[in-house]
């Protein structure tokens, strides 16, 4: 089982940071042509904007799925690391915990959202609304799956 899930985590992160690139490329692209057709051509796009918008709304919530994976999230630690070890492992814990709950509520929460936003329409692009909603449940539901992969080494008296 620990094994099933460390591969499809370590997989699905591969693939998310695949995808995260060619977001950010997509950012950087739509605003650099944002920015050459109304300052040098002095023509707007009409998509652009949306577009850059969207990519990196995308982008954040999938690298919060990369950062939870590589357990790069920003923390301040001073108090824990002040404990003895025995009680860090505890807290280490019971802070996964709280996040796995956190995120749980946040994917539900997401759905419900991406559901609602379903008949609305961008005013550019004119696509649903949903899809962009839908980055924070496939974001959401990765980082569930790489903060329940990151809770077996302390449960087994492991370091992480």
Not at 1 to 30: F, G, P
Not at 44 to 72: C, D, H, K, M, P
Not at 110 to 120: D, F, G, K, T, Y
Request: glycine fraction near 4%; proline fraction near 2%; charge should be positive.
């Amino acid at each position: 089982m620990r094994v099933a899930l460390e591969t499809l985590s370590a997989r699905l992160n591969w693939v998310a940071e695949q995808l995260l690139a060619i977001l950010i490329a997509v950012t950087v692209v739509a605003v650099t042509a944002q920015v050459i057709f109304r300052y040098g051509i002095e023509s707007s796009l009409t998509w652009s904007e949306e577009v850059a918008r969207y990519s990196f709304i995308w982008s954040i919530f999938i690298g919060t799925s990369v950062a939870a994976r590589r357990n790069q999230h920003i923390v301040v630690d001073i108090f824990v690391k002040a404990m003895p070890s025995y009680l860090q492992r505890w807290l280490g814990v019971a802070n996964l915990a709280v996040c796995i709950a956190f995120f749980s509520l946040f994917v539900y929460v997401s759905i419900l959202l991406v559901q609602n936003a379903i008949p609305q329409k961008s005013s550019s692009l004119e696509i649903s609304i949903a899809w962009v909603y839908l980055s924070a449940v496939l974001g959401g539901g990765l980082t569930v799956l790489h903060i329940v992969n990151a809770l077996f080494p302390p449960l087994q008296g492991k370091r992480t």
